[in-house]
Structure formats: structure tokens, C-alpha cells
């Protein structure tokens, strides 16, 4: 365990990337810019020098986000930024490219628009939990009222805290495990017969839920609403597989198989505020027959219990970081090891999933400040790779889901919602 | 709330047909808001701002301009002819100029520099000419002198903002270029006297200028390479 060993720690000049952000820096391109954003829209326009205030106040309690992608000559590494990170203008456009490495540029970016403030998190610097945590203690900053003190405890992270050691930690390499057998190869997945969208990044398609409305549905079922909606996402690939005419289905038909994140730190007992999540997997394969709705649904509440445990899930861990310790791997110089990466990225992680989905879960703010935000949004960009993406937030009575596909069609969105709402759900697109 | 009939899912108020399957939505006709669309067009560009610096040229421009009438007036009264009041005059509007570029015309810090380099050049040609109208110095003494130190500053300026490491070295870069200048002025102002190009005063500015910049470089370059070789060479 010597080689692994070398965790990051307060008051450090550098630290080693972790097993995703060496990946995630390694492959990070125009086409997979690997950014995700989390919105807040608020009740009342934002004064962009109050944020910016907030920003400079809470930025001292995220030391680890605090810094600048810097090439060695054989790895990334992340170096302290002291500059001042500034608010930008939000655009039609989000989640362009960073270019990480340029000098002072910081892992995320901080826009606002109008009402809405937005984080843009490269996945390299933290994942989703990371940047809602982020973003939470940005807006209750920003928020907090004028000299009355919110009294009740609540997890909010706060100007003048002292950063917990363990929340540097790489979580990765903590429960690496040598002897576990690595997970088993893919196999290849039915490809969308659609003509991607040239005109713009990706298309955007934002619906709303009533919690009251999916509630009863998904308590008849006795499932979760990742489980219920993964499970209508793969039944809306399905159908546009089986809308295919029947000579040529057979060119098509292949397994669907979707990538749902998985929060570690609800499997290992971690704090790391920087990337601690991988995917599980669940898919179905119609070269079986047609499935029902309910067969998928008992095929993803049987494969999540299966999966989602610390036995299945080291095993990814294992084929990860087994990677990154490589002898051969680790002396071959960094602008190489981009290029064997991007190649090998492009061969084996090409149509491997249809979409993914990830529900970031339902969003608690502290009671004297919740009046003040309207909603929250996730969302997660298309890429060449996994070419359409749902992303999915709680907040107080409703869900917001948000599609990004790189299709000029809108066909899976369209049996997605279509599905919903012929099961009594109503649904508002926006 | 507008829906549509073939998806079944709502819609906004001013969306025409749905955003699943194009199916046009029937409904009153609304007029679109463009106050409630998601994203702005342009960047959002702080208004405020602007505001301040079209003041703050404005008070600049009133400042002057009572100067500027002050002088005038006082060198009309007294020699009914403009004579002395001819460089205060050249020097306030210079001024002027100087202040209306980044305040108002641009933000680009290069083409600022270019409107300024300009206007004190014509500016310095101006003064030469305006005594005799004919060019005395400005061709051998002032055009080289004002050249050089811009050169020499510019240089001086990317060489600071293109190194990755900022710290002594930048003082040893301000020390090389403070020497080039005395050297180039020397050779100007003793070719200019004596039409020989000769090094006087300018050899003992320069020898302990380099030897003292070569130390800062070497400071610098040498703490930078302890503390850069663990995160470089890591594996």
C-alpha cells in the first residue's frame, strides 16, 4: 500500500490527481468536456457584487477546489490557485470546455443570469455531491440574512470552518483492493438511428414533475424514483428500437444498457469532497423479445440491490486504479499517455451505453432562506461517447428532469415524458 | 396551461409547437416576453460600470476645459495673440486625449497603448514645431528617445506577463531594461552632440545593473527548481 499512500493534506502547495481526475484531465477534449452544472434559480434578480462577495468569503472553506491543473512530465498534477475565481455570465451555451490547464484557470466557473446563479464543476476537481455542497454554501452565503442567525444546525458548510482533513482524501485509492477480479467486459449497444445535431453543442429539454403526482406510483411499485426511471428510460429506447421496421431492427437490435452514478460515500464511509462516484449499469436485451414495463422495472430493482453494494462496486474501483498504478503506465510520459488514452477511450467506451441518468437527489436548504430559491437543476452535456444524458433534481414539491442529447431528434425525450404521462404523471416541459 | 395534444405534456405559455414532437400547440395568441427567456443573448455586461467611466471622463473634459479657457483667455487679454499659451494648450488636450481612450473609445489594453504612444509623439512634434515651425530636435533627440523607452517598456511588460513564475525575476527584468535605456541614451544624446556613437556615463549604469540582475535570475530560477522537482517528476 506505500505507492497509494500519499493522500493530500491542508496546507499543501500541490497534491496528486485522484484515480477519476486523472481520467477525467487524460480524456477531457472539445467533445467530451467532461463539466457538469448544477443551477439554482432564485426568486429575486441576482446582484452579481453581493455573489461575487459570497464567493470570495466561501471559496477560503474549499481549499481543494482552489486550484490549477498543471502538466509534470508524467502526470497532472493540482496546483493551489490563490487568485480571486470571478462570476461570469451564464449562456445559451453551457458547459463549454475549460481549458484546464492554462494558467489560474480554476476546475469550476461560478455564472449568473438574470435570477438563475449556475456552477459548472469539471469532474476531474469533484462530483455531483461535491458541487452541490459547493453550491449550497455559495447560495447561503449569498442569502443569509442581514444579522439574524439561522439557529437551527443544518450541514451547510460556512465561511471561517476549518476544512476536516478527511475531506481531501482520495477515496479511491483508500479502498483500492489488490486481490478483486476486475468487472467483466461490455458488450456493445443498440446505436440510435439519428443524424446528431451540428448547429449547436446539444439540445436542452427541461421537464417538471409533480412529487405528489410520482409519489403514489413509485410506492405502488415499491421502488425508488432512480430505479422507476431508469426503468422508463430503457422502455423509451426500447420503443424506438422496436419502431424500427422489422428488416431493419435486425442490424439494430443489441443490448440498451444505461450508466446511473452511484454516490460512494453512501457505500464507504468517506467525506472526500472531491470525486468519489462510479456507474453501475442496468440494461436489458431485446434480442430476448420485448420486454414490459414492469419486466425492465424487476430487471433494474434486481440488478441496483445486486450491484450496488461494496463487493460489485471494488471491483470497478479495482479495474480503475489497477490501471493507474501500472509501472509501464506511470514512466510514460504524460502527452503520451493522453494519447494512448484518448484512443483507447474512443475503441473500448464507444457505444457501450445508451444514456446515462443521474439524480442528483432532493436538495435541503436551511428554512430561512428556502423561500428564496425556486428551483435547482442538473445538468450533465452529451458527448461522443454516452450521447444523450437525463439529469434529475429534487427540490421541495417537484422534480426537475433535464435531457441533453446531441440527436437533432428528440424521440427519446419524447417516449420518455409520453410514458409519464400515460401513467398518470403530469409533466410540464419548459 | 397550453399543452400537447400528442405527447400530453404542458407547455410555456409563448411555446408555438411542442418541443418533444413539433405538434403545434393551439392556443390564444401570446405575445413572447423576451424578459422571461432563459439565457441572455450577449454576455450581461455591467452597466454600472460604463455609467462611472462616461462620469468620470466627463469631470476629467470639464477640468481641463476650465483650464484650458483659463489660459487662453489670460493670454488673449494680455497679448491679444496666442504665443505662450501655446504649450499648456498642446499639453491639456493631450491630456484630454490620454484620458479619453481607456475611458471611453476602448478597453483593449494594446490598442490603448497604440493611442497613446500616437498622441505623445505628435504631441512631442507639435512642441518642436510650434516655437519656429521648423523641426529642430525631434528627428535626432526626442522620435529615438521616445522609441526606445517604448520598446524597451514594452518588452519589459510581455516578458513579465508571459513567465510562468513571477517573483525576483521581474525586478531583474525591470534592472535589464533600466540599463538597456541608459545605454541607449547615452548613445543617443552623445551621437546627437558629437556625431560619434560612444559609451560614457551609461558603462557604469549597465555593469552593475546585469551583475545584479543575473543574481535575481539566478535566485529565483534556482528556489524555483527545488520546490518544482517533486510535483514535476512525480509518478
Not at chain 1, 134 to 163: H, M, S, W
Not at chain 1, 199 to 218: A, M, Y
Not at chain 1, 402 to 425: S, T
Not at chain 2, 17 to 22: A, E, K, Q, T, Y
Request: aromatic fraction near 12%; hydrophobic fraction near 45%.
Amino acid at each position: 500500500m506505500s505507492e497509494i499512500s500519499q493522500q493530500p493534506s491542508a496546507n499543501q502547495e500541490w497534491y496528486r490527481l485522484d484515480n477519476a481526475a486523472t481520467l477525467y484531465t487524460l480524456i477531457s477534449s472539445s467533445k467530451i468536456t467532461c463539466i457538469f452544472r448544477i443551477e439554482a434559480h432564485l426568486k429575486r434578480t441576482i446582484n452579481i457584487n453581493r455573489l461575487q462577495l459570497a464567493l470570495d468569503n466561501i471559496i477560503e472553506r474549499f481549499p481543494y477546489y482552489r486550484v490549477n491543473l498543471m502538466p509534470g512530465l508524467f502526470w497532472h498534477f493540482w496546483n493551489t490557485n490563490l487568485a480571486r475565481p470571478r462570476i461570469i455570465a451564464d449562456s445559451e451555451y453551457p458547459c463549454e470546455q475549460m481549458p484546464l490547464t492554462k494558467n489560474g484557470i480554476f476546475p469550476f466557473r461560478v455564472r449568473a443570469y438574470k435570477s438563475s446563479v449556475a456552477m459548472e464543476f469539471h469532474h476531474s476537481i469533484t462530483d455531483g455531491t461535491g458541487a452541490l455542497i459547493f453550491l449550497q454554501a455559495l447560495l447561503a452565503e449569498y442569502l443569509k440574512p442581514k444579522g439574524v442567525k439561522d439557529k437551527k444546525k443544518n450541514n451547510i458548510f460556512k465561511p471561517g470552518q476549518t476544512p476536516e482533513l478527511s475531506e481531501y482524501e482520495d477515496a479511491y485509492k483508500k479502498y483500492f483492493k489488490k486481490s478483486v477480479p476486475s468487472p467483466l467486459k461490455q458488450e456493445k449497444v443498440f446505436s440510435l438511428p439519428y443524424k446528431l445535431c451540428k448547429s449547436k453543442p446539444f439540445c436542452r429539454t427541461t421537464g417538471i414533475i409533480e412529487l405528489d403526482d410520482i409519489n403514489p406510483v413509485i410506492k405502488k411499485l415499491n421502488v425508488s424514483i432512480t430505479e422507476f426511471l431508469s426503468a422508463v428510460f430503457l422502455y423509451s429506447f426500447q420503443d424506438i428500437l422496436f419502431n424500427i421496421p422489422g428488416s431493419k431492427r435486425k442490424r439494430h437490435i443489441r443490448p440498451i444498457r444505461i450508466m446511473v452514478p452511484v454516490n460512494m460515500r453512501k457505500i464507504y464511509p468517506s467525506a472526500t469532497m472531491r470525486n468519489f462516484s462510479l456507474y453501475v449499469n442496468p440494461e436489458i436485451d431485446p434480442r430476448l423479445g420485448r420486454y414490459s414495463f414492469s419486466d425492465i422495472l424487476k430487471q433494474v430493482y434486481h440488478y441496483m440491490r445486486v450491484e450496488v453494494n461494496e463487493k460489485y462496486i471494488s471491483k470497478q474501483i479495482k479495474r480503475n486504479v489497477r490501471a493507474e498504478l501500472h509501472p509501464l503506465l506511470r514512466v510514460t510520459p504524460l502527452f503520451l499517455k493522453k494519447l494512448i488514452l484518448r484512443i483507447a477511450t474512443t475503441i473500448l467506451f464507444s457505444r457501450v451505453n445508451n444514456g446515462v441518468l443521474s439524480n442528483i437527489g432532493r436538495i435541503e436548504m436551511p428554512s430561512a432562506i428556502r423561500h428564496e430559491i425556486e428551483n435547482f437543476q442538473f445538468l450533465l452535456p452529451p458527448s461522443s461517447g454516452v450521447k444523450i444524458c437525463l439529469a434529475i433534481a429534487g427540490y421541495k414539491e417537484k422534480l426537475y428532469l433535464n435531457f441533453a442529447r446531441i440527436y437533432r431528434e428528440a424521440e427519446v425525450e419524447k417516449q420518455f415524458f409520453r410514458k409519464l404521462v400515460k401513467m398518470g404523471i403530469k409533466v410540464k416541459i419548459i | 396551461m397550453p399543452y400537447c395534444s400528442q405527447c400530453g405534456v404542458e407547455v410555456e405559455e409563448y411555446i408555438d409547437v411542442c418541443p418533444l414532437c413539433s405538434t403545434p400547440i393551439h392556443k390564444s395568441k401570446v405575445i413572447i416576453d423576451k424578459k422571461n427567456l432563459k439565457f441572455p443573448d450577449k454576455p450581461v455586461i455591467d452597466k454600472k460600470t460604463g455609467i462611472l467611466r462616461f462620469l468620470a471622463w466627463e469631470i476629467i473634459g470639464v477640468a481641463l476645459l476650465t483650464a484650458f479657457l483659463i489660459i487662453l483667455l489670460t493670454n488673449l487679454i494680455t497679448d491679444l495673440n496666442i504665443t505662450w499659451a501655446r504649450y499648456p494648450l498642446a499639453s491639456i488636450f493631450t491630456v484630454w486625449l490620454l484620458a479619453t481612450f481607456p475611458l471611453l473609445l476602448t478597453k483593449n489594453p494594446l490598442l490603448i497603448a497604440l493611442f497613446s504612444v500616437t498622441t505623445i509623439m505628435i504631441f512631442i512634434a507639435f512642441i518642436d514645431i510650434i516655437d519656429n515651425w521648423t523641426v529642430d530636435w525631434y528627428y535626432y533627440i526626442a522620435l529615438p528617445i521616445a522609441l526606445l523607452l517604448i520598446i524597451v517598456t514594452g518588452l519589459v511588460i510581455m516578458l513579465s506577463i508571459k513567465v510562468k513564475k513571477k517573483g525576483v525575476n521581474i525586478a531583474a527584468f525591470i534592472l535589464f531594461g533600466t540599463g538597456t535605456i541608459a545605454v541607449g541614451l547615452d548613445v543617443i544624446i552623445n551621437y546627437a552632440l558629437s556625431n560619434f556613437i560612444i559609451l560614457s556615463w551609461s558603462l557604469f549604469v549597465i555593469i552593475p545593473i546585469l551583475l545584479t540582475g543575473i543574481f535575481l535570475l539566478y535566485i529565483h530560477y534556482r528556489l524555483m527548481r527545488i520546490r518544482d522537482v517533486k510535483k514535476w517528476f512525480q509518478l
